[in-house]
């Protein structure tokens, strides 16, 4: 089904409001459904850990290891018991004096005692943006321990691309809890080795009050646009749908697919 989303200038009113939420919302429940299935790879490993009493740590290993490449968007799998034993999923074997309870990894989920949706970085080895998804592991009602996954974004980042045609100009752009940029068209708002930009620090904050207000704004390349905001399930991310506006109700619309 192909459905338009660039409005009319003089038609920014609730009939194509409605249908840019619904195409945001769409947006917003493949992503959810990108971070669901990473984080049931969790839930199995997590199943895992809690079977092992005591704890083989060369099992441990061997299973974390052969999660981790079974699932290619997954950097690494790996697990630590709240003791801070720590068993990784690459064959990676940490010095001694390195401590993962120091980690927001290790901490996160053991304090809020839920899944926790880590914060994106620039690996500085392959440049591709990275983030992890931690969850709390249980033995005899209480934490135990977590398990961690290393994730590559790029695979999220891919599939949004293919999901909205861009050719008159409307784009997405995918925040992270922190609402710092993860994905924009304009390269100058992207991630780099040296950090994110915050969406409020670019534009002068217009696109937080477009989406806030309904109001349209003007874009860094000069279009008039609308902007509509919706949170990816209970990550904390969320994704902006930036239409554009065109002069006419005439003008050749941009497709969904």
């Avoid at 441990?60 to 699932?71: D, G, H, M, P, V």
């Avoid at 293919?162 to 609402?179: K, M, P, T």
């Avoid at 924009?184 to 409020?200: C, I, S, V, W």
Wanted: include cysteine.
């Amino acid at each position: 089904m192909l459905i338009a989303v660039s409005i009319s200038k003089n038609l920014v009113n609730s009939q194509n409001s409605a249908r840019i939420e619904k195409t945001v919302s769409w947006y917003a429940e493949k992503a959810n459904v990108w971070f669901s299935q990473a984080a049931s790879v969790l839930d199995t490993a997590a199943v895992f850990m809690e079977q092992q009493t005591p704890a083989n740590g060369d099992a441990i290993r061997a299973f974390n290891e052969q999660l981790t490449s079974k699932y290619a968007y997954a950097s690494d799998i790996y697990s630590a018991d709240s003791d801070g034993t720590f068993y990784d999923g690459t064959g990676w074997i940490p010095d001694a004096d390195w401590d993962c309870t120091t980690r927001a990894w290790f901490s996160l989920p053991q304090e809020r005692d839920e899944t926790v949706f880590g914060d994106p970085y620039v690996d500085a080895i392959s440049g591709n943006l990275v983030t992890y998804i931690s969850t709390p592991f249980y033995r005899n009602g209480s934490i135990a321990g977590v398990c961690t996954m290393d994730i590559f974004l790029t695979d999220l980042t891919d599939i949004l691309g293919e999901i909205v045609d861009v050719s008159d100009g409307s784009y997405i752009i995918l925040l992270d809890a922190d609402n710092n940029i993860i994905l924009h068209k304009n390269e100058a708002f992207m991630p780099t080795a040296d950090g994110m930009q915050p969406l409020d620090a670019v534009m002068g904050g217009n696109y937080s009050k477009a989406a806030a207000s309904g109001a349209t704004m003007a874009d860094y390349d000069g279009n008039s646009i609308y902007v509509r905001q919706e949170p990816i399930g209970t990550t904390g991310w969320s994704i902006l749908l930036v239409t554009i506006i065109v002069s006419s109700i005439a003008s050749r619309p941009t497709f969904w697919r």
